[in-house]
């Protein structure tokens, strides 16, 4: 008896035209990037949610989309606008490890050494420092009270509270929040079970993102970063950037230039003088693929 079979079949039904899509990474922080230019997508946190579960969708740390520029970035010299999606489905301000890696596709696609990025941060200086290596500028950061935002005024350089063991932090934001804990080894701290509840803590009404340093030397040090909605994470371009800051608004160092090395390597960090910062780093390919049309 022979067996009729089927040209069509499963295997061709999971494999339909979708959205195409780039898996990206920057020191182990994994990124979906979506190119929504010629076709516009949000995410709903659903969606969100799903995608970046690596059970059951593709696996990262976020959803990058990258739009057409408003007017004010495309006459300020944006090439595009990004925007980031964390593994909670919630959209956020900004992400260094993410940049770098848009910027260089850029950077490819124009064989140019610099371009312009908008961000919900702002307009982002980045260019090409060698192989698969890009340096971003990062905004300014600020340690307004009310720039972090925190439910009420407080000294942000010296932050009266306590957990556990982590105490004395310093406050800063650049684009996103931040608090900042100094520690004489990051690896005797908890971070993954203390950081939820400064989070979920009414002084931070938009939550907040944790870093705990280290100073190594006076232009070295360790950090590890619980972030919003995605918590431990192998690299974080900005809480590398305000942990550099943090430390000379504390007189640990005086070095505006510093390596700093997080669980997924090394990016260094310059502090300029207007209190921006410029962040510097790898990226990689990972693969690409399609996601179905109803994400």
Not at 163 to 171: E, M, R, S, T
Request: proline fraction near 5%.
């Amino acid at each position: 008896m022979s067996i009729e079979r089927s040209s069509r079949g499963p295997w061709h039904e999971l494999l339909p035209p979708g959205r195409p899509f780039l898996k990206m990474h920057g020191l182990r922080n994994h990124f979906i990037i979506v190119d929504g230019r010629d076709e516009p997508w949000r995410p709903d946190s659903e969606e969100a949610v799903r995608l970046c579960n690596q059970q059951v969708g593709v696996g990262a740390d976020q959803i990058v989309i990258v739009e057409k520029p408003s007017a004010e970035g495309e006459a300020r010299g944006a090439l595009a606008f990004v925007r980031f999606w964390n593994v909670d489905g919630r959209e956020v301000e900004a992400c260094g490890n993410a940049t770098r890696c848009v910027a260089w596709l850029f950077l490819e696609e124009r064989a140019s050494d610099r371009v312009l990025l908008e961000t919900r941060a702002g307009v982002l200086e980045c260019r090409r420092i060698g192989a698969q290596r890009v340096g971003t500028g990062m905004g300014r950061i600020r340690m307004d009270w009310r720039d972090i935002p925190l439910a009420e005024e407080r000294d942000t350089r010296h932050l009266e509270v306590r957990y556990g063991p982590l105490h004395d932090p310093v406050a800063l934001n650049i684009g996103n929040p931040h608090i900042v804990f100094f520690v004489d080894n990051v690896d005797d701290v908890d971070i993954e079970a203390i950081a939820p509840r400064i989070q979920n803590d009414s002084l931070f009404p938009q939550s907040v993102n944790v870093g705990v340093a280290e100073m190594l030397t006076d232009s070295h040090m360790r950090l590890k970063v619980y972030e919003r909605g995605a918590g431990l994470t192998m690299a974080c371009g900005s809480g590398a950037c305000v942990a550099v800051f943090a430390a000379l608004a504390r007189g640990l160092t005086e070095s505006r230039s510093m390596t700093v090395t997080l669980p997924g390597g090394d990016l260094e960090i310059e502090i300029l003088a207007d209190d921006s910062a410029v962040m510097s780093g790898p990226v990689a390919f990972s693969f690409s693929g399609n996601l179905p049309r109803s994400a």
